[in-house]
Nanobody
Framework: QVQVVESGGGLVQAGGSLRLSCAAS????????MGWFRRAPGKEREFVAA?????????YGDSVKGRFTISRDNANKNTVYLQMNSLKPEDTAVYYC??????????????????WGQGTQVTVSS
């Protein structure tokens, strides 16, 4: 069983930055693809970013390309990061981290992910 815990959310002004962290338990963390998704009030869950287990490939949703960066630290911290720059009010959402044990290609589809965190709130004020 893998446990996934997000942190780093908060309130920030438009144009500001936040870095989310996702700590995953388990010795096989380095073999999991990892992804970030978000859900804004009244909206469907949205793909944000994904990174393959090697860290060599990353993928982003169209709405965050060029502003968000996903990275991972397999060697030391079993942690995935989401650096969010140039934040906009429309980025306000609960952000979820997830682990994909099987795909290996950095899926953008939520149903490919096996383990999910509880989410962390990000609020961007205008």
């Amino acid at each position: 069983q893998v446990q996934v815990v997000e942190s780093g959310g908060g309130l920030v002004q438009a144009g500001g930055s936040l870095r989310l962290s996702c700590a995953a338990s388990g010795r096989t963390f380095s073999s999991y693809d990892m992804g970030w998704f978000r859900r804004a009030p009244g909206k469907e869950r949205e793909f944000v970013a994904a990174i393959t287990w090697t860290g060599r490939s990353t993928y982003y949703g169209d709405s965050v390309k060029g502003r968000f960066t996903i990275s991972r630290d397999n060697a030391n911290k079993n942690t995935v990061y989401l650096q969010m720059n140039s934040l906009k009010p429309e980025d306000t959402a609960v952000y979820y981290c997830a682990a994909d044990a099987d795909s290996g290609y950095g899926s953008t589809r939520a149903y490919d992910y096996d383990y999910w965190g509880q989410g962390t709130q990000v609020t961007v004020s205008s």
